[in-house]
Every structure is written in structure tokens, then in C-alpha cells.
């Protein structure tokens, strides 16, 4: 049994507006099944619209129920979240589940200071007293790498840098020593030199306490870096799953393949970039067959009618596109 | 000819300060040196990539670039033209050759105009480009060199674009003057890496077919190195090196560009646990008050004495770098 389990997982919105139709909704994630082992990295990887971030919320509880429809399930330790009281799910959030998000400032409550922020949750969930709560709080600042903890708990997060601001996001998501910690684009809206201290301090920490990472990303080069298992996403559904050597030694979905060579290098210079044609669907107007057969070279008529299921290969990945085989033999 | 005719662009230590308020009413609280002494040639026909990271001073740099800003001191050259010295039918002139493309399509283009209004625009401010009868066969042909359907889009508003095709709009309208210089403010950082190569590989063509020069700044390491042809690297203000692509990105020179390029996450997982990176502490100063003598020593770890006292100079030609012990090439 993996440490979580999702199976099947669905979440849609309603559209207002749409002529009062009560059926009518955005299927936003459609059928996501995922397992994260102690200690791996699993990366869900992923454009705008593709369902990575509405994945990680549905997971960490935090979808606003209605008007969010969530299905299927979410497994902690063989334990059901998806039919858990608010109450009880909130106790597993930060306790169990750490949660890293892209905007620090608006994630953290600007009107206390850090010490205080990180005090109230520990003297709420774990009882310390007010003295134990604040030294608890300087040794995980101390933890995260911000220098001078015992001066800096006493300030406030607009006073800190945007890379010091997300080292005290971590130092939250971490201070209940979650199983697993949810990183939703921690690193996208920093300067590359801060992203490196960021991803290494990650990397540090879960290296101390074998904790799993769920990390959201749009960013292959960071997924090369940090990720195990790598699961792409597009249009609300995963398709392909494969160890991160697999994915970027041949991938196994035309999309996949597409991203790979869209992306300029650091290491070399290319003459023409390959560019995927017209842009990632709109969740509401999903194409019929295939989501990515508009875009994709090897699109026929199977791809046009049905609708390719995310199926295993021998080598154990699994890619959801009815040209899976060729594509292997092409890669190599 | 001289050289010189080769140059579209001359910029020469060029500087930029704002005035900060202080804590109290009435006081100050200094200036922000956002550039602070930058220069380089642009030549025709040619892509100069800027990188830094953010607050370096490279979208002051852009906004000077085109005439937006003011600079507190240097000068901008075209041609034999000084840009902010410019008046009346000169300045009008020189807009039409410097043009702009910025990072946010979506607040870049007055969302309240058709893709029509917003392409005839320049002609409007500009009338003796186009005898007003053709100006809308030139904006279908735009449209069309930028990929878009001339026939079908024209009477769309911005919000009805995805954001790549808005970004090849806002290209359409710096094209539509035929200039000389675009200046590119991190024009694809907003977009799906998917529709990134689209939009890169749409400048590339229109350089090969048009001859417009690109300065292209942005702080994408990889995408700069696609599309330029020379680098220059500002660091808090100042270019602490400059030189062509491959030289920059294969041997850096300045410490501070063997750091950011270490830092970019390399798309290989094979070998990752060997690969070396060097991690450079904190983050960038306050331009407020930069660290005295070579700006990057609060964060180098070869800095010495000398450097906290004596500021580094920008030396050599097409290959420059501003440190007082530059890396040898490896």
C-alpha cells in the first residue's frame, strides 16, 4: 500500500450563467490516479488548464465544497480522506498533509509576525506552551535557513525577501513533521538563483525526515532535477506516468514529446525549436476523442472518435495515446 | 560607409535614478540606482539578449530604450539621433523606429478595441506612413505575417485570444510602423512553455525576413540563448559581462554568470546527483544602497579586499566582463 492513493479522482464546477441549466459544469480533473511511496517524488507536470493545481487541492482538501464536486479517492495510509467532516480533514492538513504554494504573501497572514503565525499552530495542534511554542518557531526558521531565527521571528512577512518568504511557507507546511508535503509551484515566481536554494532546501528536509513530495510544476527542467516518477497532465487527465529517466529518455505520449522539444536548452543551442500548434483546450470545450488530437502530428481517425485510456506498458509506465507502441520503437 | 551604419542602436552609460521617500513626510530616503551606467551597440539586424533576475534594472533599461523613460543621464543613439533629446516631428520619427513588445498581453492591449482599431492605431499616430486607403490591406498582411487569419480575427476583441495569439497582436503592432529596433520585455514569459516556441519561433522568422533588431531581455537563460546572438548580463543595475552566445553561455567569465547559469535547472535527469551547482547565499541587495566596489561581492565567493573597494570596469571589446578576477575559460 502507498502512502497516498488517489483513484479516480474528479472534480468539476458548475458554469452560472448558462441558461439556468443545472447540469452544466467544467470538468476540470477526469479520472486522476496516483501513488506516492515514503521518501519518493512525484511530480505532476503540467500547462494552465491542464487540472495540476485543482489535482493538488482536491487532494489537500482545500476545494471549496460546493461549489467544487469532488469524486472518487483519496487514500492517507489506506485511510479515505475524500469522506472525512471538514473538521477531521483540517486536522490532517498540516498534521499529516504540508501544503507549499506559489504566493507566499498570500499565504501567509500579513498582520502577525512569523513567530506568532508559527506559535499559534504549534501551541493549537501540538499544546506546547507559549515558551516551548516560540523556541519550537526560531529552530524552524533556523531549519529553513533564514539567518538570525531569534531576530527575525519577531517580524513581519512583508519584511522579508520573496525567497525568505517561501522558506517560511516550508517552514510551516513542515512544522507538524507531515508524511507528505504538497508543493504547488513553489519555486515558480522566484528568481533562478533563490529557485535553487529553494528546491535544495526541499530536498534537504526530505532527505532528513523521508517525507514524500507531491510537487506541481509547469517546469520540465525543475521535474528533471527533483522528481522520481513524473505524471503529465493535459486536459484534466494524466497522460502518461513513467519513472523521470523514462520520460526524458523517450516518452511515451506525443504531448509529452512535444513539450520535450518545445523547450529551449541551457546546454546547447538549437536552430529551430519545435513548437505544438494552437494552444492547451479550454476545460469547457473539450474536443471529442483524443483532448490533444487538434494539436498532435500523429492524429488519425481512432484519435478523432475515442478517447485513449491511460494503459500500462511493459516497461511499467502507462500512456493514455492509441500510438503509445509506435511511439516507443521511434524513441528508442 | 563607417562602421557605424552597421550600428541601429548606441547606448552610452546610460543611468537612472528614482527618488525614494523616507519614513517621514518631507524626507528622503534616497535614490534607487535601477540602471546605473550601462552601454552597448546594437547592431542591425541582430537579436542582444539582456538577462538578470528581477530588480536588476532590465525593464528601466527597456522603457529608456523606446523613450518611456527619462534617463537621469547617457544617452540613447539612433542613428545620429540622441532619443531623449528629441522634439515634435524628430521625436515622432524616432518612435517609429524603436518599438516595444511587453510580457502581459492581456494588459498590453486596450481590451475595450477590436484587433482592428488596435493595428490601425499606428497609422493614426502616424499618417504619413500610409495613404489611409491601403491601411487596412497592411493590417490584414500584419496580421497574416504574425500567423494569424487577417480575415477572420480583425473584428475580435484582445479577451477573445488565447494569450499566445495576443502576444503575436501585440507583435503585429510593434511591426506595423516597420522598425528598425524592437525591444522584447520578457515577451514570452507569460506563456505555456507549449506556446513559448511558438512566439520564439515567430520572432526568429520575422528577423530572418524583415532585418529588425531584437534587444531581447528577459530572465529565461535558456530562451535568451536561443535567440540572441550576443549576451549581456545586469546584475543590480550595471552589465557585469557581455559577450556572443556561445562564448557567454560555454566559458562565463563573471562569477555572477557562472551562478545563474549553474542555477538553471538542466531537463536531463541523467547525472543529476554529479552535477555540480553553485548556490549563491541570499538574494540580490537593495539598489537603495548597493555594496561599495563591485556590487556581486556580498554574494562572490572569490571576493578579496579589492573588491569592496575598488568598482570594477567593464573591459574589452564584443567579450566583456567587469570583475577584478575573471573566470578563466574552461
Redesign the interface.
Known amino acids: 500500500m502507498a502512502l497516498l492513493e488517489v483513484e479516480d479522482l474528479r472534480v468539476s464546477f458548475p458554469v452560472p450563467g448558462s441558461g439556468g441549466d443545472a447540469t452544466s459544469s467544467v470538468h476540470a480533473v477526469n479520472g486522476v490516479s496516483l501513488a506516492l511511496e515514503s521518501g519518493r517524488t512525484l511530480a505532476i507536470l503540467g ?2 488548464g491542464s487540472g495540476k493545481s485543482v489535482t493538488a487541492q482536491a487532494v489537500m482538501g482545500i476545494l471549496d465544497e460546493p461549489p467544487a464536486r469532488v469524486a472518487g479517492s483519496v487514500r492517507l495510509r489506506g485511510r479515505e480522506l475524500l469522506t472525512l467532516t471538514p473538521k477531521q480533514r483540517d486536522r490532517v492538513s498540516g498534521e499529516e498533509i504540508g501544503m507549499v504554494f506559489q504566493d507566499a504573501m498570500a499565504a501567509l497572514n500579513p498582520v502577525y509576525t512569523v513567530g506568532e503565525q508559527l506559535g499559534e499552530l504549534l501551541r493549537v495542534r501540538r499544546g506546547l506552551s507559549r515558551s516551548a511554542a516560540r523556541r519550537r518557531a526560531v529552530e524552524l526558521v533556523d531549519r529553513v535557513h533564514i539567518p538570525a531565527a531569534k531576530d527575525r521571528v519577531r517580524d513581519y512577512p512583508h519584511q522579508f ?4 518568504r517561501q522558506r517560511i511557507m516550508i517552514a510551516l507546511a513542515i512544522a507538524l513533521e507531515p508524511d507528505v508535503l504538497i508543493a504547488d509551484e513553489p519555486t515558480t515566481a522566484l ?7 529553494v ?2 532546501l526541499i530536498a534537504e528536509i526530505q532527505r532528513d525526515s523521508g517525507m514524500a513530495l507531491l510537487l506541481i510544476t ?8 527533483v ?1 522520481d516518477d513524473v505524471a503529465v497532465m493535459y486536459a484534466g487527465r494524466i497522460v502518461e506516468r513513467a519513472t ?2 523514462q520520460v ?2 523517450g516518452p511515451a505520449h506525443p504531448y509529452t514529446e ?3 522539444a ?6 546547447r ?2 536552430e ?6 494552437g ?2 483546450p479550454n476545460p469547457a470545450r473539450l474536443p471529442a476523442g483524443c483532448p490533444f488530437h487538434l ?1 498532435c502530428p500523429r492524429a488519425d481517425d481512432v484519435c478523432r472518435a475515442t478517447l485513449p485510456v491511460l494503459e500500462p506498458l511493459p516497461d511499467g509506465r502507462a500512456s493514455a495515446c492509441h500510438h503509445r507502441k509506435e511511439l516507443l520503437h521511434v524513441g528508442g | 560607409m563607417s562602421v557605424d551604419d552597421e550600428l541601429v542602436l548606441r547606448v552610452d552609460d546610460l543611468v537612472r535614478h528614482f527618488p525614494v521617500k523616507g519614513r517621514l513626510p518631507f524626507t528622503s530616503g534616497g535614490v534607487v540606482k535601477a540602471v546605473d551606467g550601462v552601454s552597448f551597440d546594437l547592431r542591425r539586424g541582430e537579436t542582444l539578449g539582456i538577462v538578470g533576475e528581477s530588480g536588476c534594472g532590465k525593464s528601466t533599461l527597456a522603457r529608456m530604450l523606446v523613450g518611456l523613460e527619462r534617463p537621469t543621464s547617457g544617452e540613447v543613439r539612433f542613428g545620429d539621433a540622441v532619443v531623449h533629446a528629441a522634439r515634435g516631428r524628430n521625436l515622432r520619427a524616432l518612435r517609429r523606429r524603436i518599438q516595444i513588445v511587453l510580457q502581459d498581453p492581456y494588459t498590453s492591449l486596450n481590451p475595450r478595441r477590436t484587433v482592428r482599431e488596435i493595428l490601425l492605431q499606428p497609422f493614426e499616430i502616424h499618417p504619413d506612413v500610409l495613404d489611409r486607403g491601403r491601411r487596412l490591406d497592411r493590417v490584414k498582411e500584419l496580421l497574416d505575417l504574425v500567423g494569424l487569419d487577417g480575415s477572420l480575427h480583425l473584428d475580435r476583441y484582445p479577451h477573445q485570444f488565447s494569450g499566445g495569439q495576443r502576444q503575436r497582436i501585440g507583435i503585429a503592432r510593434a511591426l506595423a510602423l516597420q522598425p528598425d529596433v524592437i525591444v522584447c520585455d520578457e515577451p514570452v514569459s507569460a506563456l505555456d512553455v507549449s506556446v513559448q516556441a511558438q512566439v520564439v519561433n515567430l520572432l526568429e522568422r520575422l528577423q530572418r525576413e524583415l532585418g529588425v533588431a531584437y534587444v531581447f531581455i528577459a530572465h529565461d537563460l535558456s530562451v535568451v540563448r536561443h535567440i540572441s546572438d550576443r549576451v549581456a548580463v545586469m546584475y543590480l543595475g550595471k552589465l557585469v559581462e557581455r559577450g556572443p552566445e556561445r562564448l557567454l553561455y560555454d566559458a562565463p567569465a563573471h562569477p555572477y554568470t557562472k551562478a545563474l547559469l549553474s542555477a538553471v535547472p538542466v531537463p536531463e535527469p541523467v547525472g543529476r546527483a554529479q552535477r555540480k551547482r553553485i548556490l549563491l547565499a541570499g538574494d540580490p541587495p537593495s539598489p537603495v544602497d548597493p555594496p561599495s566596489g563591485c556590487r556581486f561581492r556580498t554574494r562572490c565567493w572569490q571576493a578579496t579586499e579589492t573588491c569592496a573597494i575598488t568598482e570594477p570596469v567593464l573591459a574589452g571589446g564584443d567579450r566583456a566582463v567587469a570583475c577584478h578576477y575573471p573566470l578563466a575559460a574552461a
Open positions: 500547462e494552465s525577501s520573496g525567497g525568505m528568481d533562478v538563483t533563490v529557485q535553487a536554494q528546491m535544495e509547469h517546469d520540465l527542467g525543475v521535474v528533471a532535477e522528481a523521470v529517466q526524458f529518455a512535444g513539450l520535450l518545445s523547450m529551449p536548452r541551457i546546454d543551442r538549437d529551430e525549436l519545435y513548437a505544438i500548434p494552444a492547451p494539436r
